[in-house]
T-cell receptor, first 112, second 114 residues
Framework: GNSVTQMEGPVTLSEEAFLTINCTYTATGYPSLFWYVQYPGEGLQLLLKATKADDKGSNKGFEATYRKETTSFHLEKGSVQVSDSAVYFCALKDQAGTALIFGKGTTLSVSS | DGGITQSPKYLFRKEGQNVTLSCEQNLNHDAMYWYRQDPGQGLRLIYYSQIVNDFQKGDIAEGYSVSREKKESFPLTVTSAQKNPTAFYLC?????????????FGQGTRLTVV
């Protein structure tokens, strides 16, 4: 079946460090891929998405490229801020379009 | 403001009681979803509905029930048959079921069994 695997956290960085959170997926056909962010005690917010191979999604300095050959969608940011501290979820939606399938989430903690 | 409203934010349930979590959206979305979030387990799909008066079981539907009588509303009932109901519950909606459509989430309801 379809699934998403994320690197385990927590990820602890200093302010202005480079961030990578790895995400790989298993799916039939051509899924769409998403990154969501969750701040403490809140729901999820869409961070970025990509709907076909080689698409790059970007938002608020975060980027991720849909790599079909490696079935990956790694999240990157060049310089993190304390306000980026949150839980990040990678997700896919397959061609059947039933519902989003999520990874287990990666906690990011940024210190000043 | 358009969005998804979940209520209540916190809910306490005694053993053996049924409780209903509310989810309302004014985004005119056709599809709605319920997810359960537990620490370290990500989000797991409970039920989803693609259209009014129709809904489907997700991966962990046992002990839960839903209804979709109106496009705007998708309440979730946690029954006494759910053995471990303490969790954070998230409702979401999307404009449709196409694979390129993202979901929008409510702020969640934290349910605790006391």
């Amino acid at each position: 079946g379809n699934s998403v695997t994320q690197m385990e956290g927590p990820v602890t960085l200093s302010e202005e460090a480079f961030l990578t959170i790895n995400c790989t997926y298993t799916a039939t056909g051509y899924p769409s891929l998403f990154w969501y962010v969750q701040y403490p005690g809140e729901g999820l917010q869409l961070l970025l998405k990509a709907t076909k191979a080689d698409d790059k999604g970007s938002n608020k300095g975060f980027e991720a490229t849909y790599r079909k050959e490696t079935t990956s969608f790694h999240l990157e940011k060049g310089s993190v801020q304390v306000s980026d501290s949150a839980v990040y979820f990678c997700a896919l939606k397959d061609q059947a379009g039933t519902a989003l399938i999520f990874g287990k989430g990666t906690t990011l903690s940024v210190s000043s | 403001d358009g969005g998804i409203t979940q209520s209540p934010k916190y809910l306490f349930r005694k053993e053996g009681q049924n409780v209903t979590l509310s989810c309302e959206q004014n985004l005119n979305h056709d599809a709605m979803y319920w997810y359960r979030q537990d620490p370290g387990q990500g989000l797991r799909l409970i039920y989803y509905s693609q259209i009014v008066n129709d809904f489907q079981k997700g991966d962990i539907a046992e002990g839960y029930s839903v209804s979709r009588e109106k496009k705007e509303s998708f309440p979730l009932t946690v029954t006494s048959a759910q053995k471990n109901p303490t969790a954070f519950y998230l409702c979401a909606s999307s404009i449709g079921q196409a694979r390129n459509t993202e979901a929008f989430f409510g702020q969640g309801t934290r349910l605790t069994v006391v």
